[in-house]
């Protein structure tokens, strides 16, 4: 007799099943195993958490970037802005010698004037040994004072 009673039934198909012998698996590839995989686990937890933390600090540099581009834009425009308000440009005029226009004249597709042209208010006159500007009556149709 081997020392151990022999079983029937149910209880042999369940003994079946479990191993006998001194050959149990050994625990130290699975112990292994699980050490890796944790470990790189937390190797994988920690490369994306560089990763996103870089990213974060780009996020905010971009960031400040654009609010100076925007401060930048911003200043600009209210140069802009003033550089073409209407008493800006008046001064501005004045200063390269314009001045206001009269009541102006049209020329229409067929060559005749409409309106009534006048010389522009503060306008000094042509000195004699200047050339001739032409009348509003030589801008009709008609001859020019030349005779051609």
Same mark, same amino acid.
Do not use: H, W
């Given at each position: ?46 490369v994306l ?32 802005? /003033?550089? @073409?308000? %209407?008493?800006? !440009?008046?001064?501005? $005029?004045?200063?390269? =010698?314009?001045? *206001?226009? #009269? ?10 004037v409409k ?11 042509? /000195?004699? @040994?200047? %050339?001739?500007? !032409?009348?509003?009556? $030589?801008?009709?149709? =008609?001859?020019? *004072?030349? #005779?051609?």
């Open positions: 007799m081997s020392g151990k009673p022999e079983l029937k039934g149910r209880a042999a198909r369940l003994a079946r099943l479990l191993p006998t012998g001194p050959g149990q698996a050994a625990r130290t590839p699975f112990v292994l195993l699980v050490v890796l995989l944790l470990g790189g686990g937390l190797i994988c937890l920690l958490n560089s990763a996103l933390s870089e990213g974060a600090f780009k996020l905010d540099d971009l960031q400040r970037g654009t609010k100076n581009l925007t401060d930048e834009e911003q200043a600009l425009q209210r140069d802009i802005d /003033a550089y @073409s308000a %209407p008493d800006a !440009l008046q001064r501005r $005029a004045r200063e390269l =010698g314009m001045v *206001p226009g #009269g009541d102006p004249a049209f020329l229409a597709p067929d060559g005749t309106g009534v042209p006048s010389p522009a208010p503060g306008v000094r006159r042509p /000195a004699a @040994s200047t %050339p001739l500007v !032409l009348a509003p009556e $030589a801008m009709t149709d =008609g001859p020019t *004072p030349t #005779g051609r």
